[in-house]
Structures are given as structure tokens and as C-alpha cells.
């Protein structure tokens, strides 16, 4: 539903998420401003949902992207094994060795501030997982009598990895995206958070809580509403998950 | 100089460079300006503490710990105000901050020559160990502050002579106008001669001052404890028996502190709470005038800013009225002048390049770039302050063509690209710790001369260079002032810095609590606070 909300915006709000109105500053909700405004007089119901569709946006198309380089990388070493699979290993070990959270700011401290930084710091990082669910997946299937077969017929690797590997791994690594979206967009919203997530003025749910904190004892909706739709944004996306997963393994 | 850029909870851009111009400051800073009543021998020029009641502990929550007690070395101001609490300076600053008062000196006399300038001491005054005050214990600490890092604000003392043990004669290579002022920096506070025998790392675990408390505990990064200096040299004061100096950088924490009793004093109120803590029976917010200024840098290193019609532009397009409501919650008022009107010789008629969108579009078409230009507003991340004025600033700049992109980064990392020179605009803060604007001027505006390219900006004015050189050469106070207004004038018209708002030093505390001041160097005086 709140993917739903998030691309609907523009016809469910009639207000901007980032011209300022200075004279309708830290308004409280009325029916006007469902949620109040912030102290530049923006609107909070519509800063909201637009910074959902960027929170969302950017958790989705990085995930993406972890997903198919990762699942890639993971099928060239676990079907080619030798030296692929060595420096292929080494690199995710490299990227395991450090806490998430540390590479990921690392990373976008060095890169500077910035959706691409986002994208690529993310992306960076999260590709290894995928790529470790996949090589091991593969290392087990490969073996099995009907990839021998296909082998056997002098199908061309690439034809065995597509057409008979891949849809028998492939399970796994999309049960846990769901739970990897999640994280994504924890990861975004903490970014925003601490400064370092996309540049005023787009709305974003960290910066917005960021934004709101110095208004806790004031004005407590500006910090707690982006807060709770995390939440629940968290929760809706892990139950969509678990179902995925159960639809999955009952086939 | 100071340019404290807030340290919020997230805080801190800080680069320290010669003038310490990027200095830390938490949002705030407290204050307390008036010596009350002290010693016999002077008139009080504040209010007098007629109730005074004596005993009492004091708990005082800031929003940064001192990076160390050591004067000569304070370069934030956390250290600097802690440190005024334990040693004491030659002349202070008055309660208007536009003058010198005498302290543990009680008179000078200047030569004919304007070179060597003989300092009287106060008698009876005495160091925390019993052990009185004399000229070798001002040599020391001079020669010792020549070899700190604000030694510059002693650039022109040649030698120190000790004639008697109440007298100090400073030699200058040349006439020092400032010099009064310089007397009264944090960095020159009075230290016993030779630490006493001991090195500087055993001498500050337990340090000997003239200041009204002396240290008793320090746990770092939690709190400061310091108790009543039983032979301060002003009658009947310190009132307080011990002051407990908390470190709360969260703003909220401190609120709540304040509101629950377990603070007395908070630094740094916000804002957005001073409405709401105005009506809360049992606490008084104080907002003192400050020195503090705040103004927007822009690099001329980079062309688009080369050029002062563009300057002049982003000055007029600046909505500063938008700025002081939303960020100040009307609590400041639009800067002119880089001169605080807290400091001594600020002009009150410098040219204002303000919110005038005719002006700004007009100033445009004048320029290299009429049809506007991309550039990037950089910032410490989570500083929510600047953070909400770069968004005005960037809808304000569209106006007239100009594309901002908001860029935040770790603070070091900014320090380093202001220091740099690889920013396009970026937030600063100035403050004066001193009865001088000499600590100031030669940093802010005088280029290569004062250390730091003009705050960054590398904004370089012959006359405005030959004027600061003629100010710190003259000891006549009327012949300074118009040179500061002319400098003021001048800086205004080439517009190096979009000048922002003059803000205060917002403190709460509880009713119980009287007698705290704050001057706009924001050193309070905590001999002077008493509970009732």
C-alpha cells in the first residue's frame, strides 16, 4: 500500500515536497496539513510519501543490481570453479572481513555526498551476499545428474547456466532480496540520518527524522511520523517476504 | 578569532588554523557578563549583588567537554570559558564587550613613545596555593603564550621586563594599538612563575590559578567539577561552594535535564524551545548578546565568485528575514557588518546589501554570468542548522538563476576543503574573545596577513590590508574607529561574505539561579552566580 501511496503522490497531494512557504512554518496537523509542516513550511503528509518514492526507488534499483551482478558472479565461479572461483571468493571475503555499516559509510565519505555514492556504496557491498548464496547453491547442483546430462549433450556453459542452473538456485537468492530490501532501506534511512544520505532539498525519511529531532519536545510528529512509516514499511516488507518464501518452497 | 561553527549535537567543523578560526562552538554560548561588586579598589560597573547568598552547588550542562585546561593552548570554546574560571587575565572585557576593565592589573601607563606600556598589579591578589601574585608570574606566562598556537594575538611583544613584583613593562617593536585587548585573550590568563616547578602535563592535573574555583575532579567527556578558590581576591566571592560542569551534547538531553532539576544551567537552548520553556514556571531563558556573526563564504578561488557583481547578487537575492524566523525563531537580528555590534568600533551605517530581488537580478546582468551558473553550498553533516539555511539559500539563489546543489560532508573533511580552497560557499561563524576586533579583522579580511586567506574566502583588498595594519599601529582610540569603519565599509561593498544574522547566546536555567551573565565574549563569570 505504501508503494502504492509513494507513486500515487503527485495526485494524492496537491503541495510540493520542496518549495518552501517560509509563512507556514511548524504548522500543527489540521485538515489542510494532515501531518503539520516543517520549519520551511513544507507540507509533512506530502514530504512523506515523496520521500518514500526516493527511500523505495533507491532501495529497490540497488538491490536490483546487488542481485544481478551478485547471482553473475556467483554462477561464473561456482559452475567454472578454479581460478575465477579463488578471486571471486577473495573479494567477497574481503567485503564479509568489515561490518556493513562501517564499508558502506566509509565508502560514502569518500565518494562524497550523493544519490550515485548511495548506489554505489550500497551496491558494493551488497552484492557479495548474493553472490555467496548462489556459488554454494551451484557448487551442490552442478553435480546433480541432469546438469551432467545437459554436459553430456555439449551444451555450451552458458545455455547450462540460463536454462538449468539458474532457475534451480535462483530461489533462494530471491527470498532473501526481500529481507535484503528491508535492510537497504534501513541502511538509506540511516545515511540520511547521519547527513550523508541524498542532498537537501528531496525529501528523505532520515533526513527528515534528522530534520525533526530538534523539534522532538515541540513538535514530536515531524521526527515521529517518518519514524513510524519506516516501521511499518519494515514490517509489511518482511511478512511479503515470508510469503514469497513459503509460496516458493511449496513449489 | 573565533569562527565557531555550531557543534550540535552533530557538530563541528573544525579546522584550526592560525587564528583558531574555525573554532568549535557548540550552538551557544553562555554567558555571564558582569563582574559584580568586586575588590574595593574598583567601581562596580554591573548590577550589584545585594542579596547574595553564599554556598551552593551549581550544575552547568554544556554541550561540549573542554579539549584541555590548558590557557595558552584553548583554542574551542568550552576550553577557553572553562579555563576563565581557573586563571584570570591582566584586563577583561566589559559587560558591552566594547571596552577593557582592569583585572588582576589595575592601571597602565603607555610610553612616548608608544612602545613600552608598564602595567600596574592588583595588589593583594593571590594564586589558589596562598601564594601571591607578582611580575615574574606575568613574564612567565607571556613568554609561555608566545609559544602556544595563539601566539600571534603577542606578535608585536619584543621583550617583558619586570622593573618591581607589581610591575610589568611590555615592549613592542612598534605603537600596538591592540594591546590592551590582547591582555585580555584567554591565551595570555596568568599562570604561576615556571608551573610552579612542575612540567605542564603534572601542573594542569591539579593547576594553580587566580580564578574563582579551582579544579577538583575532571572525568572526560562527562563532567568537570570545580570548587570555591578560598583566596579569590575579589571580597566575598566566588558565592558558590563547587561548580559541576556537565557534558550533554544532545540538545534534547540537556532540555530534559533542565526541565527533571538535574541541571541548573543549560547551554545551548534551542531555538524552536524557547517559547515553550518562557512559559514553564521555575526557568528563565536569558539570551545574552554575543559577538557571534554569521555569514556565508564564498570562494573566490572559484570564478563564478571572482566576480563581485555575482557576490553582491547572492547578497541581495538572501531572504534573511525567512532565515532569522526559521532558524533563529526570531531570535536575531541581519547582519550588515562582519562586526558584531558587540565589538568595539562596529558602524552601525555600513552599506546593507539586503533581500532586494530588483537589486540581486540587476547586480546579475551586471556581471560575467547573467544567465546564472551550477554550484554547491557545502556543509558539515548533520548540522541541521546550516542545513535548513542552505535550503533557503538555494530556493532564494534560484531566483536569480543560480543552481545550488547542497552538499554535506564530515566535518574534518569540510575543514579541509575550506581550508583548501575547494568549496564554493559554505557557512561560518565568527566570534571575538577579546576587548579588541584586532583578534578578528587581520583572519577574516586581510588575506595571506592574517593566516587564513580571509576565512577562506582568498578575498584580497589592498586598502582594506593597509588599513589593518594602520588600525593595530595606532594606539589612539578615535583614529581606530574610523579606520574600522572604513574597513567595515569597504568589506561590505566587495562583499566577500553574504553576511547572515548577529544571533545570541541562548541559556536556560532555573529561577533559583542568579546573577548569571554572560558578556558577548561569552567567558561568563561564575564568581558572580549565586542560589537562592
Redesign the interface.
Known amino acids: 500500500m505504501i508503494i502504492g501511496l509513494a507513486l500515487a503522490a503527485p495526485l494524492i497531494t496537491s503541495y510540493s515536497p520542496t518549495?518552501?512557504n517560509?509563512s507556514q512554518?511548524?504548522l500543527a496537523p489540521s485538515l489542510h496539513h494532515l501531518l503539520g509542516t516543517d520549519?520551511?513550511?513544507r507540507d509533512v503528509w506530502t514530504r512523506l510519501l515523496y520521500g518514500a518514492r526516493v527511500d523505495l526507488e533507491i532501495a529497490f534499483l540497488a538491490v536490483l543490481a546487488s542481485f544481478v551482478f551478485g547471482t553473475a558472479v556467483g554462477c561464473v565461479a561456482g559452475f567454472f570453479g578454479g581460478w575465477a572461483d579463488v578471486v571471486a571468493m577473495r573479494a567477497v571475503d574481503v567485503i564479509l572481513a568489515f561490518p556493513f555499516f562501517v564499508l558502506v559509510i566509509a565508502l560514502v565519505?569518500i565518494l562524497?555526498?550523493?544519490t550515485k555514492s548511495i548506489y554505489i556504496a550500497i551496491i558494493a557491498t551488497d552484492w557479495v551476499s548474493y553472490t555467496w548464496i548462489i556459488r554454494k547453491e551451484i557448487l551442490s547442483t552442478k553435480r546433480l545428474e541432469f546438469i551432467l546430462a545437459a554436459s553430456a549433450l555439449g551444451y555450451r556453459p552458458l545455455r547450462i547456466i540460463i536454462r538449468h542452473l539458474i532457475p534451480n538456485v535462483i530461489t533462494q537468492a530471491i527470498v532473501y532480496s526481500m529481507s535484503d530490501i528491508v535492510f537497504t532501506i534501513l541502511t538509506i534511512v540511516t545515511l540520511g540520518f547521519?547527513?550523508?544520505g541524498v542532498?537537501?532539498?528531496t525529501p528523505e525519511w532520515g533526513s527528515m527524522m534528522?530534520?525533526g529531532?530538534?523539534?522532538?519536545?515541540?513538535?514530536w510528529q515531524l521526527a515521529t511520523v517518518p519514524g513510524i512509516a519506516v516501521v511499518i514499511i519494515g514490517i509489511g516488507l518482511s511478512l511479503f517476504g515470508d510469503g514469497i518464501a513459503d509460496r516458493l518452497r511449496v513449489e | 578569532m573565533t569562527d565557531r561553527v555550531n557543534a550540535y549535537q552533530s557538530e563541528v567543523l573544525n579546522s584550526v588554523s592560525r587564528r583558531s578560526f574555525l573554532k568549535t562552538m557548540a550552538a551557544g554560548g553562555a554567558v555571564v557578563g558582569g563582574a559584580t561588586a568586586f575588590g574595593s579598589l574598583l567601581v562596580d560597573p554591573f548590577a550589584g549583588a545585594s542579596a547574595a547568598r553564599r554556598g551552593g552547588d551549581l550544575t552547568f550542562a554544556r554541550v561540549a567537554d573542554p579539549q584541555t585546561i590548558d590557557p595558552s593552548a584553548a583554542i574551542d570554546t568550552e576550553s577557553i570559558w572553562t579555563c576563565l574560571s581557573l586563571y584570570e587575565c591582566l584586563y577583561n572585557v566589559t559587560a558591552d564587550g566594547h571596552r577593557t576593565t582592569p583585572w588582576l592589573a589595575v592601571s597602565y601607563d603607555i610610553s612616548q613613545d608608544q612602545r613600552a606600556w608598564t602595567f600596574h598589579l592588583r595588589p593583594g591578589v593571590k594564586f589558589s596555593d596562598g601564594r601571591p601574585l607578582d611580575s615574574t608570574d606575568v613574564r612567565f606566562t607571556l613568554e609561555r603564550a608566545l609559544k602556544g598556537p595563539n601566539s600571534y594575538i603577542l606578535s608585536a611583544v619584543n621583550a617583558i621586563d619586570t622593573p618591581n613584583a607589581s610591575t610589568v613593562v611590555i615592549h613592542t617593536a612598534h605603537p600596538w594599538g591592540p594591546l590592551l585587548g590582547d591582555m585580555s585573550m584567554y591565551s595570555n590568563a596568568i599562570l604561576p612563575n615556571n608551573l610552579r616547578g612542575a612540567t605542564a602535563a603534572q601542573f594542569f592535573e591539579h593547576p594553580i590559578g587566580t580564578g574563582p574555583f579551582i579544579l577538583e575532579s575532571w572525568t572526560k567527556g562527562q563532567k568537570l567539577q570545580m570548587k570555591r578558590n578560598p583566596h579569590y581576591w575579589q571580597n566575598g566571592k566566588p558565592y558558590l561552594d563547587s561548580v559541576t560542569l556537565l557534558t550533554v551534547p544532545d540538545d534534547n538531553t540537556r532540555l530534559l535535564q533542565l526541565r527533571g532539576g538535574q541541571a541548573d544551567i543549560m547551554e545551548g537552548a534551542p531555538y524552536s524551545s524557547i517559547a515553550a520553556l518562557k512559559s514553564t514556571p521555575g526557568i528563565d531563558v536569558n539570551l545574552f548578546k554575543s559577538s557571534a556573526v554569521s555569514f556565508i563564504a564564498m570562494n573566490e578561488k572559484k570564478a563564478h565568485f571572482a566576480d563581485v557583481h555575482v557576490r553582491r547578487a547572492i547578497s541581495y537575492a538572501i531572504d534573511r528575514a525567512t532565515i532569522i524566523k526559521d532558524v533563529l525563531f526570531g531570535h536575531g537580528t541581519p547582519a550588515a557588518s562582519f562586526f558584531s555590534p558587540a565589538w568595539p568600533f562596529y558602524q552601525a551605517n555600513t552599506p546593507k546589501l539586503w533581500y532586494d530581488p530588483a537589486a540581486a537580478k540587476h547586480q546579475m546582468a551586471m556581471s560575467k554570468y547573467p544567465k546564472g551558473f551550477k554550484t554547491t553550498f557545502a556543509l558539515a553533516s548533520g548540522d541541521n542548522l546550516n542545513g535548513t539555511i542552505a535550503q533557503i539559500v538555494q530556493s532564494n539563489l534560484s531566483v536569480i538563476g543560480i543552481d545550488v546543489a547542497i552538499q554535506s560532508y564530515d566535518p574534518s573533511t569540510l575543514a579541509t576543503l575550506q581550508s583548501s580552497a575547494h568549496y564554493d560557499m559554505s557557512p561560518g561563524l565568527m566570534t571575538l574573545d577579546i576587548g579588541d576586533p584586532d583578534e578578528n579583522v587581520p583572519a577574516a579580511v586581510a588575506g595571506a596577513y592574517g593566516g587564513i586567506n580571509s576565512a577562506y574566502t582568498s578575498y584580497n583588498s589592498a586598502k582594506v590590508l593597509q588599513l589593518t595594519h594602520q588600525s593595530e599601529l595606532t594606539v589612539a582610540t578615535a583614529a581606530r574607529a574610523k579606520m574600522y569603519a572604513r574597513i567595515q565599509t569597504i568589506v561590505a561593498q566587495d562583499c566577500p561574505f553574504a553576511m547572515l544574522y548577529y544571533s545570541p547566546y541562548p541559556y536556560a536555567q532555573q529561577s533559583k539561579v542568579h546573577g548569571f551573565k554572560v558578556p558577548p565574549t561569552g567567558a561568563y563569570h561564575l564568581e558572580d552566580v549565586w542560589l537562592s
Not at chain 1, 213 to 219: G, M, R
Open positions: 518549495v518552501l517560509p512554518g511548524l520549519e520551511l513550511g565519505f562524497g555526498p550523493g547521519l547527513g550523508l542532498p537537501p532539498p534528522s530534520d529531532q530538534q523539534f522532538i519536545t515541540s513538535h
